[in-house]
Nanobody, 128 residues
Framework: QVQLAESGGGLVQAGGSLRLSCAGS????????MAWFRQAAGKEREFVAA????????YYVDSVKGRFTISRDNAKNAVYLQMNSLKPEDTAVYYC?????????????????????WGQGTQVTVSS
């Protein structure tokens, strides 16, 4: 069993920054890949970023490349999403997710159904 809890969301003006955190507990955190997804009102859940078990490899959706950075600290059982140059279209509920049967990133890392544990989400609102 894995428990995930996001924090760090809030209201920010366009161009600003936020840092989301995801605290994990349960199974060995350092042994599996993690990801961030987001869901805007009325839209489907969207992949944002993923990181492999060690933190050495990362994937991003094109719309956040160069603005967002995913990282992890396995000693603290935590994964982070640093979001810079925020835009109104980044407004969404952000979820962290664990893929406990896969330590690596591959072509299926973009799909929400590959992740077996989810946090409750944290709201990010970017005003124009």
């Amino acid at each position: 069993q894995v428990q995930l809890a996001e924090s760090g969301g809030g209201l920010v003006q366009a161009g600003g920054s936020l840092r989301l955190s995801c605290a994990g507990s349960g199974r060995t955190f350092s042994s599996y890949a993690m990801a961030w997804f987001r869901q805007a009102a009325g839209k489907e859940r969207e992949f944002v970023a993923a990181i492999n078990f060690s933190g050495a490899r990362t994937y991003y959706v094109d719309s956040v490349k160069g603005r967002f950075t995913i990282s992890r600290d396995n000693a603290k059982n935590a994964v982070y999403l640093q979001m810079n140059s925020l835009k109104p279209e980044d407004t969404a509920v952000y979820y962290c997710a664990a893929r406990t049967n896969q330590p690596y990133l591959d072509s299926t890392s973009y799909y929400s159904y590959e992740y077996d544990y989810w946090g409750q989400g944290t709201q990010v609102t970017v005003s124009s």
